[in-house]
């Protein structure tokens, strides 16, 4: 080859690869950090310890002490769709947005929210309440780690996960006890289900937690769709496409990384802007979907339940472990939660 050609190809392939890596970067950058929806004072919040914090949240309908296990949202789901039509309405439909590792002291930020999905359901006639990970109250000594994999699981099979061996990420579930998405279907409460996530610890690899459900839901002609796209945007956009449709799956569990993802990179706390700005745009994706689910042309024969919650919390730039932080969670539902 000519000398002239090589270098031709090397400029070519220097391009490429600078061009990759700074389009990486700016398309990195507008999907975790656009801060439009920040306002002022975000970054001058006033530092308070957590405990303080978690005594004085708005919102709340029950204190910390009374916080529920997180396996409550099966808890709530399974009771919506066993439970009678309400009248007027003739179909059962439940929708859960999962905001991963999203703090619960975040909810001081809802006050000044421009959107907070969070709010409206609590307008809507629901309920915010705390709620807790690990597999056991704080202060006792957490049995199970605050980490992804075990706290969506715990929610998904209503037991704790690491009582059927995902007591970590990477740690595939047997098929049986089946999560909700499949055993709503297969039980007939619900026609199709769908599981809408940005993170490929679900479901997209070898170890993934719910490979072997996808693969049963597969082989057995379970109609339950399993997409994962590669950021939270395409995740908000698969939901929607989904809610947008007629005939919408009954049952949607989804989960979006956008606090995870920052706390990780640069700390879980409200202190920090640019996990402000992370919670921000999970609200905002949180509101795009309700309205979604509200715009439907059938919104008012449909008995909704719609549901926001997160698998933990986070402490410095991780979670996994037993402290407060890391243990205390939340649910956020269009209905009430609590008996009265
Ligand atoms: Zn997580």
Request: hydrophobic residues 35%.
């Given at each position: 080859?000519?000398?002239?050609?090589?270098?031709i190809?090397?400029?070519?392939?220097?391009?490429?690869v600078?061009g990759?890596?700074?389009?990486?970067?700016?398309g990195?950058?507008?999907?975790y950090?656009?801060?439009?929806?920040?306002?002022?004072?975000?970054d001058a919040l006033?530092?308070?310890?957590?405990?303080?914090?978690?005594?004085?949240?708005?919102?709340?309908?029950?204190?910390?002490?009374?916080?529920?296990?997180?396996?409550?949202?099966?808890?709530?789901?399974?009771?919506?769709?066993?439970?009678?039509?309400?009248e007027?309405?003739?179909?059962?439909k439940?929708?859960?947005?999962g905001?991963?590792g999203?703090r619960?002291?975040?909810?001081?930020?809802?006050e000044?929210?421009?959107?907070?999905?969070?709010?409206?359901?609590?307008?809507?006639?629901?309920q915010?309440v705390?709620?807790?990970?690990?597999?056991?109250?704080y202060?006792?000594?957490?049995i199970?780690?605050?980490?992804?994999?075990?706290?969506w699981?715990s929610?998904?099979?209503?037991?704790?996960?690491?009582?059927?061996?995902v007591?970590?990420?990477?740690?595939?579930?047997?098929?049986e006890?089946?999560t909700?998405?499949?055993?709503?279907?297969?039980?007939?409460?619900?026609?199709?289900?769908?599981?809408?996530?940005?993170?490929?610890?679900?479901?997209?690899?070898?170890?993934?937690?719910?490979i072997?459900?996808?693969?049963?839901?597969?082989?057995?002609?379970?109609?339950?769709?399993?997409?994962?796209?590669l950021?939270?945007?395409?995740t908000?956009?698969?939901i929607?496409?989904?809610l947008?449709?007629?005939?919408?799956?009954?049952?949607i569990f989804?989960t979006?990384?956008?606090?995870?993802?920052?706390g990780?990179?640069?700390?879980?706390?409200?202190?920090?802007i640019?996990?402000?700005?992370?919670f921000r745009?999970?609200?905002?994706?949180?509101?795009?979907?309700?309205?979604?689910?509200?715009?439907?042309?059938t919104?008012d024969?449909?008995?909704?339940?719609?549901?926001?919650?997160?698998?933990?919390?986070?402490?410095?730039?991780?979670?996994?472990?037993?402290t407060f932080?890391?243990?205390?969670?939340?649910?956020?539902?269009?209905?009430?939660?609590l008996?009265?």
């Open positions: 080859m000519k000398k002239s050609v090589k270098i190809i090397a400029v070519i392939a220097c391009v490429l600078i990759g890596v700074i389009g990486g970067y700016v990195y950058e507008l999907t950090h656009p801060s439009k929806w920040l306002v002022e004072g975000d006033e530092d308070i310890p957590y405990e303080e914090e978690v005594e004085n949240l708005p919102l709340m309908a029950n204190t910390w002490q009374e916080a529920l296990p997180q396996t409550e949202i099966y808890t709530l789901i399974k009771n919506h769709f066993d439970a009678p039509l309400p007027g309405k003739t179909e059962k439940a929708i859960v947005i905001y991963d999203c619960v002291d975040t909810f001081r930020l809802i000044t929210s421009k959107r907070s999905a969070i709010k409206t359901l609590v307008d809507m006639g629901g915010a705390f709620s807790y990970a690990g597999g056991v109250m202060p006792e000594e957490n199970q780690a605050t980490s992804t994999a075990p706290g699981c929610m998904l099979i209503g037991r704790w996960a690491n009582e059927i061996g007591t970590n990420n990477g740690q595939p579930k047997p098929v006890p089946k909700l998405l499949l055993s709503l279907v297969e039980e007939g409460k619900a026609d199709k289900s769908a599981f809408y996530v940005s993170w490929d610890g679900h479901f997209s690899k070898k170890d993934a937690t719910y072997n459900e996808k693969h049963y839901a597969k082989d057995n002609g379970v109609n339950t769709v399993f997409r994962r796209a950021f939270d945007p395409g908000k956009f698969n929607i496409s989904d947008k449709k007629e005939d919408c799956s009954d049952f989804s979006l990384e956008y606090t995870d993802h920052e990780h990179s640069t700390g879980f706390t409200p202190m920090n640019k996990y402000v700005s992370a745009n999970a609200e905002d994706a949180g509101m795009d979907i309700i309205e979604t689910v509200t715009a439907r042309k919104y024969t449909e008995d909704w339940l719609i549901l926001i919650t997160t698998d933990h919390g986070g402490y410095g730039g991780g979670h996994g472990g037993p932080e890391e243990r205390m969670t939340f649910i956020v539902s269009n209905k009430p939660i008996q009265k």
